[in-house]
């Protein structure tokens, strides 16, 4: 097991270049909030069950994600502000695969 | 005037043991919550969810906690003001709190204990420009009274359950429906989903799809929406009513205003002591609270509203004495005449 380096976007649109484990089974909403750099209270709402659509975020690498759940897509049919590279942060989850992802938070809303 | 000892806003799992708690020390409560049903997160949100950290239970679906919640909490007769929102606070020259709710529901209380979880929920209002030129000019989030719509136009856009449940509805109350929704697919269940293509079927309903609203037309009242089909030229949709349904997510809304220290979108509470917050008399527990350490857990939750409940018995009775007792040993007394106890041992002679 080894961390990978990813890159977040935060909301005010500064890039944060960080750290983060894949043996803690975490997923991107849960390093976002680790990092603090979304507001406590406006990201991972629901707590990660893909209910919310509070970690949204637009996924510009091309690193291969995990298949979209039922679940995730259909929040994301009638979530606000949704691109094509749309994703819920809490549905990836930190594997080495991860490595060199970069990913902006869409706007809280 | 609703009046009571403990005052809880919010009736998710942490408010609702809060009744349990006073109850054993001889206190009333009453519960304002801005949902129509008890249960917080827990019945709104994922009520089918199973939890796994209930100390005692293996696992319990959320919805099922609830149940037995409000179940332990009946001995204890809690009132309850829900769809109604928690907005003012007065406080009394004798230290009491008077609360108001949106819909002027006055609440008169010794104690107020905040119970709030991420806040009230409010529902998601999609992202269009002139949207809150029209808030209640036809433009309406929830719907309240669906005889309002009786032989009206109607637009609703959504693809969740309450998208599908209200288009249904609708179809037999309004002269015309039309459902809108960004995908072809939606979520809901299958009963709604069949029964909205019958209906479609008959031409009860139009269905736009893949399409969103774009813009609201009209001046003074909404006459009409600008729907964009995904790639074509945006067309207009003539209709009395729009009815966005995107769910409900949670905001501290007005309780942010009482002054009340604020930190991270959570209230800052003496965790050393008792769950009160900067203004004496007003606690915050569960979820709403953040201090040192603090984790949004439910157990959490009730561990604060059980500390919570001897310190607010202290301040309505600062003389009395008192110490804790343990139910089974005191057994526990409702306040509608049912007593629980353990069963006494008999002392009898065997011969």
Redesign the interface.
């Known amino acids: 097991m080894q961390d990978i380096n990813i890159k977040i976007t935060d909301r005010n649109g500064v890039t944060h270049e960080i750290v983060a484990p894949t043996d803690m089974a975490m997923n991107l909403m849960e390093v976002v909030r680790s990092y603090e750099l979304a ?4 990201i991972g ?2 707590g990660g ?1 893909a ?2 659509a ?1 970690c949204q975020c637009y996924v510009k690498s091309d690193n291969e994600l995990p298949e979209m759940s039922d679940d995730e897509d ?1 929040m994301l ?2 979530a ?3 691109e094509d590279n749309s994703r819920l942060g809490c549905q990836i989850q930190m594997t080495q695969e991860m490595d060199g992802l970069e990913v902006e938070l869409a706007p809280e ?1 | 005037m609703i009046t009571t000892d403990i005052l809880i806003i919010g009736a998710g799992p942490t408010g609702l043991f809060t009744v349990f708690e006073a109850g054993l020390l001889k206190l009333k409560c009453h519960l304002i919550d801005a949902l129509p049903q008890p249960g917080g997160q827990c019945s709104e949100i994922y009520p089918k969810k199973p939890i796994y950290d209930i100390p005692a239970y293996p696992e319990i679906l959320a919805g099922d906690l609830t149940h037995k919640l409000i179940e332990q909490t009946k001995q204890f007769k809690p009132g309850f003001t829900l769809g109604e929102r928690a907005e003012i606070i007065d406080k009394q020259e004798d230290g009491t709190f008077i609360v108001t709710t949106n819909k002027g529901t006055k609440h008169h209380a010794k104690i107020v204990a905040i119970a709030g979880g991420l806040g009230s929920f409010e529902p998601r209002k999609p992202l269009i420009p002139n949207i809150a030129d029209f808030e209640d000019k036809g433009v309406e989030y929830i719907i309240k009274e669906p005889e309002f719509y009786r032989d009206k136009r109607v637009v609703i856009s959504g693809g969740g359950d309450s998208a599908l449940d209200w288009a249904i509805f609708l179809s037999d109350v309004a002269s015309e429906v039309t459902l809108i929704h960004r995908r072809n697919e939606f979520r809901g269940a299958l009963d709604s989903v069949e029964k909205v293509q019958e209906l479609k079927d008959l031409g009860k309903i139009r269905l736009i799809t893949p399409a969103e609203v774009k813009a609201i037309i009209g001046t003074d009242k909404v006459i009409g929406v600008a729907v964009e089909k995904k790639g074509e030229d945006a067309f207009v949709v003539d209709t009395d009513h729009f009815i966005p349904l995107f769910g409900l997510s949670p905001k501290l809304g007005p309780i942010a205003n009482w002054g009340l220290e604020i930190e991270k979108n959570a209230i800052k509470v003496n965790n050393a002591l008792d769950y009160q917050t900067n203004i004496p008399g007003i606690y915050a527990i569960g979820d709403v609270n953040t201090y040192p350490g603090k984790l949004k857990l439910i157990l959490c939750g009730f561990h604060e509203a059980t500390l919570m409940c001897q310190s607010a018995y202290k301040r309505i009775f600062p003389d009395k004495k008192y110490v804790m007792k343990y139910t089974t040993v005191g057994g526990v007394e409702g306040f509608d005449g049912t007593k629980k106890e353990s069963p006494k041992a008999v002392v009898k002679a065997i011969n």
Do not use: D, L, Q
């Open positions: 507001e406590e209270g406006t709402i629901c069950m209910m919310c509070s259909a049919a009638e606000f502000n949704v809303s």
